[in-house]
């Protein structure tokens, strides 16, 4: 029976841990499955299929990457499912030559956000030299999206295996699980619409324009706004400095992380992610498999793709909060852009079914039949700014 070590992070509730979850669930039934943590803990631990053995790696970053390194030596393929991962693996797997490696890319290198220019050059150079890294070890990369494909081929240098399988998330579970008792939002005014946005408070999502926008949207009528995800507690208190600067102390609500987010999905009047750079955001695809209307930032990752090009929610500059405000009056109206049965499309069955294939594929080849990819850095990040 294959071994295979799926390597995650944490166990904390996000996109990259529920596909993580739901692989090693899949897989578990024909291979002999482990899943590892660098760090333990997490909300969704209690989700662990029973017959997926766990391993947290403890320790200092010296001693975690030779005991994980210990795990590889006995296993078939090294999947890494996320990239904060990425280097951790690299380094411990690093001339273990049996061994199989596939990185799953699970969010966009070409980061676009607002703020000091210098600094976003420096970190473009370093996301680029970490692709290069593992791209040259890499049996197999995996994008999650057609979006973050284009962008790797664009600096993908010489021959790279390279598939695209896109996030998927099991629609009949996420409406069933909606539907399970959860404690309600004790909020001011509970008849008042309101906006949901899931997502670690960083700066990647970008919840300080959402804040902005929820405060235009209430120059036309009271709209709330929660957001669902781990923060520190500084983080926690600029979102709260920002609500009260433009008058919306009393509308916003920080909700802690949570194994089931699709119950709270089901009391929001409408969905906002308004960041600045996604891979393929599993909350939007829950968020749609919910019947959410959606407000949607244009660059975050496949969010354009998963909403249809607008025909099933609506895109916005994720700079603009005059206009994300006005998008979400719209989708609060009889006139909202519904996403019907898009998330039909994105059912996890068939991404567990390419990602099945795809592994065994891997280890049926004989090792190192392609030399690994060079990777050209992008010449925007090379380039002082000005």
């Given at each position: ?13 996000t996109g990259?841990?529920r ?20 760090r333990?803990?997490?909300?969704l ?5 029973p017959?997926?053995?766990t391993v ?5 970053m010296?001693g975690?990457v030779?005991?994980?390194r210990r ?5 078939d393929v090294?999947?890494s499912a ?6 951790f693996?690299?380094l ?8 199989r ?5 699970s ?8 703020g000091?220019?210098?600094r976003?050059r420096l970190?473009?150079v370093?996301?680029?030299l970490t692709?290069?890294l593992?791209?040259?070890?890499a049996?197999?990369?995996i994008?999650?999206?057609?979006s973050?494909?284009?962008e790797l081929?664009?600096r ?16 009949a579970?996420?409406?069933r699980?909606?539907?399970?008792p ?9 008849g008042?619409p ?13 919840h ?5 926008a929820?405060a ?9 706004l929660a ?8 983080a ?6 920002r609500?009260?600067a ?12 949570t194994?089931n987010?699709f119950?709270i999905?089901?009391q ?11 891979g393929?955001?599993?909350?939007l ?5 919910c ?6 930032s244009?660059r975050a990752g ?9 025909r099933?929610?609506?895109?916005v ?6 206009g ?13 852009v519904?996403?019907g ?7 996890s ?5 390419r990602?099945?294939?795809l592994i065994?594929?891997v ?5 190192a ?18």
């Open positions: 029976m294959p071994r295979l070590c799926i390597l995650v992070h944490d166990l904390s509730a990259v841990v596909n993580a979850l739901a692989l090693s669930k899949h897989l578990a039934r024909t291979m002999d499955v482990e899943l590892v943590t660098i333990g803990g997490g909300v631990a209690g989700e662990v299929d017959a997926v053995a947290s790696l403890s320790g200092n010296i975690r030779l005991r994980l795990r590889l030596r006995n296993a090294l999947l996320g990239n904060r991962g990425h280097l693996a690299w411990a797997s690093a001339r273990l030559a049996r061994l490696r596939v990185y799953r890319l969010n966009s290198f070409a980061h676009e956000r607002a000091n220019a210098l976003q970190r473009s370093g996301r680029w692709l290069s593992i791209g040259r070890q049996d197999q990369l994008a999650n999206s057609p973050l494909a284009r081929r664009q993908l240098a010489g021959p790279a295996r390279l598939a695209v399988i896109p996030n998927g998330v099991d629609v579970t996420v409406r699980r909606a539907g399970e959860c404690a309600a939002i004790n909020r001011k005014a509970p008042v309101l906006v949901l946005a899931v997502g670690r408070l960083v700066e990647q999502k970008n300080e324009t959402l804040v902005d929820l235009v949207a209430n120059r036309t009528r009271p709209v709330d957001i669902l995800g781990a923060g520190t507690a500084e926690r208190r600029r979102l709260e400095r609500a009260a433009v008058g919306i102390a009393d509308r916003l609500y920080l909700l802690p992380p194994s987010p119950a999905m089901r929001a009047s409408l969905f906002a992610m308004p960041s600045w750079w996604e393929s955001s599993n909350a695809l829950e968020a749609i498999a019947g959410l209307p959606v407000v949607a244009d496949s969010a354009h793709e998963v909403l249809g090009f607008g099933h929610g609506l895109l500059d994720p700079r603009d909060a005059e994300m405000g006005a998008a979400m009056l719209v989708q609060l109206s009889d006139e909202a519904l996403p049965e898009q998330a039909s499309r994105y059912d069955a068939v991404m567990l079914a990602y099945e294939a065994r594929r280890i049926a080849d004989p090792v039949v392609q030399p690994r990819p060079r990777i050209r850095l992008p010449e925007a990040a090379l380039t002082p700014p000005v």
